[in-house]
């Protein structure tokens, strides 16, 4: 017999976008606000969210890029329909629409300005057992490898569109790798739980086709003593930016 999932109300963004999501499984929290707040987009551009989950990283970039055209793409039908009804709830119809599809399916030819994506991931490899059936989608990359998530971003990008991604920091090689055949330009801000602490996440964006070198940018440090650092919360609250440029 099936069961209705139990449903959390969160608030992203100092309290300005409305998040209904699972409590168990796979949630969106600081990973997405993050990514979110790494884009930049003008008026009038078509930017697509691959895995958009119940729509935290997709509604965060609406509520931030007023003007843009916003699709999520999510595989599963119930986390889809959680995404529209969150879409609803915070008043983003005509602006944000979710589709449901396997990205790994999609063809070429959707030409958008963007793509940005926060692949499942689980945080630690060296467990000895597998999440929960709740979060056996997280399981690292789920049943989509990275380099599959990266080649639909390519042929769903237009001519010198831009990607934009959040991962595990120990996954730059294989980001690195993945991003080899098609882009170029890549940018690279590492995220550190700490100033000395080794940095747990990377936000990485490139260009299709991209020649410029590679840019390593100073990290963005998410603690200090006992909260946030002042970077950090004002970019949580939706007060500041990542700067993904030189």
């Known amino acids: 017999m099936s069961t209705v999932a139990e ?8 309290g300005q976008v409305l998040l209904r999501q699972p409590v168990g499984g796979y949630r969106a929290g600081m990973d997405a606000v993050l990514l979110a707040a790494a884009l930049e987009a003008r008026p009038g551009e078509e930017l697509v969210e ?5 729509g935290g990283a997709l509604l965060c970039a609406a509520w931030r890029l007023p003007g843009v055209r916003l699709t999520g793409y999510e595989k599963d039908p ?3 329909d959680l995404a529209r009804e969150n879409i609803a709830a915070n008043a983003m119809d005509g602006t944000v629409e979710v589709e449901t599809a396997d990205i790994s ?4 030819g959707h030409g958008a300005d963007q793509v940005f994506f926060n692949p499942p991931f689980f945080d630690d490899p ?4 597998a999440p929960k059936d ?18 639909a971003a390519a042929r769903s990008l237009s001519a010198k569109g831009r990607l934009t991604l959040i991962h595990r920091a120990d996954r730059l090689g294989d980001i690195l790798h993945a991003l080899e055949r098609s882009f170029g330009s890549v940018v690279i801000k590492p995220v550190q739980p700490r100033a000395d602490r080794p ?5 990485v964006a490139a260009r299709i086709g991209g020649r410029a070198p590679l840019v390593l940018l100073p990290p963005l440090v998410l603690h200090a003593g006992e909260g946030h650092s002042t970077e950090a919360d004002a970019i949580l609250r939706g007060r500041a930016v990542v700067e993904m440029s030189a």
């Open 7 to 14: 449903i959390s109300e969160d608030r992203l963004l100092d």
């Open 50 to 54: 691959f895995g958009c989950g119940a």
């Open 78 to 80: 119930a986390a889809a």
């Open 105 to 108: 399916r999609l063809g070429a």
């Open 126 to 129: 060296s467990a000895l057992r």
């Open 134 to 151: 709740a979060k056996r989608e997280a399981w690292l990359t789920g049943d989509a490898p990275l380099g599959v998530w990266v080649q």
């Open 199 to 203: 940095a747990k996440r990377v936000i």
